[in-house]
């Protein structure tokens, strides 16, 4: 059973989101795979992140960098952990590493297996069947051409919602064009999914055809 968690922010979450990661990802028994949008030398945003994952009882991390310092023998031992995370950062640099080093076999492979996948702000837009919605958010700077993503969900996910309120008449204009919904999600809030399950934590709103539901 799948198992994914599409998040805006780590920082100040939702005291029952964080309730049910813990109870889907079962605590600090639980190895996660760690996955930067791009090299971190100093992995600076890693350790500013694990305070956040101590909340969620989780402590044990493997490091996967799929940028500059990828090694294809650490496949081995992240496809054995027993969870993912995808940071966030800028949605196209991060689509291209993990195409690029054919990561997403990988992370299907595992979210079919019922190991669980938590995404952050890019990380969760890239769970999506596109990441034509990043544009609201970020630079294609890499020239990525091909925003085809892992296809996880069915729907699109615009994070930071509480900060981006002003664009809403773009992303009204934008969803006319897109077959799926869009779901906002403010900072702290989330999406979680468990089989054919879908649990809205905080104020999701459904943006569909033009409409905010």
Same mark, same amino acid.
């Given at each position: 059973?799948?198992?994914?968690?599409?998040?805006?922010?780590?920082?100040?979450?939702?005291?029952?989101?964080?309730?049910?990661?813990? !109870?889907?990802? /079962? /605590?600090?028994?639980?190895?996660?795979?760690?996955?930067?949008?791009?090299?971190?030398?100093?992995?600076?945003?890693?350790?500013?992140?694990?305070? =956040?994952?101590? =909340? @969620? #009882?989780?402590? #044990?991390?493997?490091?996967? $960098?799929? $940028?500059?310092?990828?090694?294809?023998?650490?496949?081995?031992?992240?496809?054995?952990?027993?969870?993912?995370?995808?940071?966030?950062?800028?949605?196209?640099?991060?689509?291209?590493?993990?195409? #690029?080093?054919?990561?997403?076999?990988?992370?299907?492979?595992?979210? !079919? =297996?019922?190991?669980?996948?938590?995404?952050?702000?890019?990380?969760? @837009?890239?769970?999506?069947?596109?990441?034509?919605?990043?544009?609201?958010? $970020?630079? !294609?700077?890499?020239?990525?051409?091909?925003?085809?993503?892992? =296809?996880?969900?069915?729907?699109?996910? @615009?994070?930071?919602?509480?900060?981006?309120?002003?664009?809403?008449?773009?992303?009204?204009?934008?969803?006319?064009?897109?077959?799926?919904?869009?779901?906002?999600? !403010?900072?702290?809030?989330?999406?979680?999914?468990?089989? #054919?399950?879908?649990?809205?934590?905080?104020?999701?709103?459904?943006?569909?055809?033009?409409?905010?539901?």
């Amino acid at each position: 059973m799948r198992k994914l968690v599409l998040l805006s922010d780590l920082r100040n979450m939702n005291p029952a989101l964080i309730r049910k990661i813990k !109870n889907i990802t /079962g /605590g600090q028994s639980l190895r996660l795979a760690y996955i930067p949008s791009r090299t971190d030398k100093e992995r600076w945003y890693f350790d500013k992140a694990k305070p =956040e994952f101590s =909340e @969620m #009882d989780i402590t #044990d991390f493997y490091y996967f $960098d799929v $940028d500059e310092d990828f090694e294809s023998s650490q496949l081995v031992e992240f496809t054995s952990c027993d969870a993912i995370f995808l940071s966030g950062g800028n949605t196209y640099q991060f689509l291209k590493n993990l195409k #690029d080093r054919n990561i997403f076999k990988h992370i299907k492979q595992m979210v !079919n =297996e019922g190991k669980p996948l938590i995404g952050v702000s890019a990380g969760s @837009m890239i769970m999506s069947k596109s990441i034509k919605i990043a544009a609201f958010h $970020d630079e !294609n700077e890499v020239q990525l051409n091909e925003l085809s993503e892992l =296809e996880l969900v069915d729907f699109e996910f @615009m994070p930071h919602w509480n900060r981006e309120k002003d664009q809403l008449e773009e992303l009204l204009k934008y969803s006319l064009a897109q077959e799926e919904s869009i779901f906002t999600c !403010n900072d702290g809030d989330g999406i979680v999914i468990e089989g #054919d399950e879908i649990e809205f934590y905080g104020d999701i709103k459904e943006i569909r055809k033009g409409v905010l539901i």
